[in-house]
């Protein structure tokens, strides 16, 4: 367990052997963030500290547009040591609890729906519910975030059944509306749109592994040097 001292030092120094292990929480923003996140350092009073992404959801928090927390590393807190939570969190991750009720989930795992209940609240500070839904809305940002598909096919692969649902989710966990994420993220997709127009699907593969947000709010005579840096460094050109 790591204390807060040690949060503290890790998010200061941004240090990136942390990414992952625990989430900075800022209490006058509303949001939270990784610690290696490039934001401005908040004032130690200003922070709390949780294991999991998921549990700084349910505590009210919204994920940083950012640093993205949602992208953070896997680690450790969110798999747990125990061998029925890490079952249990596969079915889940796989829409184990999507597709029957907690109790049925629990005779599944074999033990009692108050123990599966125990065991979440002790391992990672919330319900299973409360993880499986976070887990739903976590996967649906990040497709807003890296594809371009309707919002209404990102419900659907999220395990949705109606649009309406799905923005009542995200209002609940992120504050925000899907809508105002993709907004966030026009110009990014623009950008890959325009990459793809200018070499082909050589240079669409280039951007999606890594420069999703290289020329955001930059001017077109920016964004073409960088598309010249691109190919050269690709061997494009």
């Known amino acids: 367990m790591l204390t807060p001292d040690t949060c503290h030092k890790a998010r200061l120094a941004r240090d990136a052997r942390f990414d992952g292990l625990f989430f900075t929480a800022v209490k006058s923003t509303g949001i939270f963030c990784r610690p290696i996140c490039p934001a401005k350092a908040p004032a130690e009073h200003q922070v709390c500290y949780y294991p999991t992404a998921a549990a700084a959801s349910a505590a009210g928090y919204r994920p940083c547009l950012r640093c993205r927390p949602d992208s953070a590393p896997g680690c450790a807190a969110w798999q747990g040591t125990n061998t029925t939570l890490q079952r249990a969190i596969r079915l889940i991750d796989a829409g184990g609890l999507q597709q029957q009720t907690q109790q049925q989930f629990a005779?599944?795992?074999?033990?009692?729906?108050?123990?599966l209940r125990k065991l979440f609240q002790q391992q990672l500070g919330l319900a299973p519910k409360q993880y499986a839904l976070t887990q739903q809305v976590l996967f649906a940002k990040k497709l807003l975030h890296e594809t371009a598909l309707p919002v209404s096919a990102i419900a659907f692969h999220a395990g949705f059944n109606s649009i309406r649902r799905f923005n009542d989710a995200f209002k609940q966990q992120l504050k925000l509306s899907p809508?105002?994420?993709?907004?966030?993220?026009k110009t990014a997709v623009d950008v890959l749109v325009t990459a793809r127009r200018?070499?082909?699907?050589?240079?669409?593969?280039?951007?999606v592994t890594g420069r999703w947000t290289v020329s955001i709010g930059l001017t077109n005579s920016v964004m073409a040097a960088v598309f010249v840096l691109c190919s050269n460094q690709a061997g494009l050109r």
């Open 198 to 207: 200018w070499h082909g699907n050589r240079c669409w593969t280039f951007g």
């Open 179 to 185: 809508l105002d994420i993709r907004r966030h993220n």
């Open 107 to 115: 005779d599944r795992l074999g033990i009692s729906e108050r123990y």
